[in-house]
């Protein structure tokens, strides 16, 4: 029986295979490798020295790899999530209030210069509705409503869309129980009447005090969450027991 080939235990002789591999073959961008078990027989090196080299590759950015899915070819993409749970777990509430103060003015804006008659209709609405709700449920309901038709009234598809997804990543159930400790009394009745300024501007075409009115009410809105999240929890929420405080870094 013939000895086995020696270099295959050989990290730097895997390292060249495989880069030679990467050069000469047809791997496109981001194009997924072989698995382990074959890229070793493939290339005719043992499963230690292989993944040694696929290390030395990974540091070079020649590879990148996503454990559970296997190696890629070419330098590790940005990340951009695959989905809005994955986000959600990236992010918390102090990022998305900074998204919202950069996005909603401008579409408070925007609302101004492009609203129809029935937009601003339906936002005093949905004011009314807002202000007239009792619990929790429906006050995040109908501002979010609010939010959106600003969103929709300023006319702008992209927007909207990145608008869509704040908000979907805002119905994070502990996000929500966040918010309805920031309102208290007297902070929701401010609320309500910032919404009805932000109203009025738009209906009286004044682009530069929706945006204005806008911000100082998401400032509160932000101010308010702050608060909150660096204030101890109560023993109850909602009749819950809540065993670990709420922070910056909650996901």
Request: glycine letters at 6%; charged letters at 30%; proline letters at 5%.
């Amino acid at each position: 029986m013939s000895n086995p080939d020696p270099s295959a235990d050989s990290s730097n002789f895997a390292l060249g295979r495989l880069r030679a591999l990467l050069d000469d073959s047809s791997f496109e961008r981001e194009q997924r490798l072989p698995p382990e078990r074959v890229l070793a027989a493939q290339i005719g090196i043992g499963r230690r020295a292989l993944r040694r080299a696929l290390e030395v590759l990974e540091a070079e950015g020649r590879i990148w790899r996503h454990q559970g899915k296997g190696t890629f070819a070419g330098p590790r993409p940005a990340h951009t999530p695959t989905n809005l749970e994955e986000l959600s777990k990236r992010t918390h509430p102090l990022e998305v209030m900074d998204v919202r103060l950069e996005i909603e003015p401008a579409l408070a804006r925007l609302a101004a210069m492009r609203a129809t008659n029935g937009d601003i209709e339906r936002l005093l609405r949905l004011a009314e509705k807002t202000a007239s709700s009792s619990d929790a449920d429906g006050r995040e309901l109908w501002d979010s409503a609010l939010h959106r038709t600003i969103a929709e009234a300023a006319g702008n598809s992209l927007l909207l869309a990145i608008f869509d997804m704040i908000d979907c990543i805002r119905q994070d159930t502990a996000w929500r129980l966040l918010r309805e400790r920031a309102r208290s009394g007297e902070r929701q009745q401010i609320y309500v009447e910032q919404h009805r300024r932000v109203i009025a501007a738009i209906a009286q075409r004044e682009a530069h005090a929706a945006e204005h009115a806008m911000r100082e009410h998401l400032e509160l809105v932000r101010e308010g969450l702050l608060k909150v999240m660096t204030s101890p929890l109560p023993d109850r929420v909602d009749g819950q027991i809540r065993k670990t405080p709420v922070t910056a870094s909650t996901k």
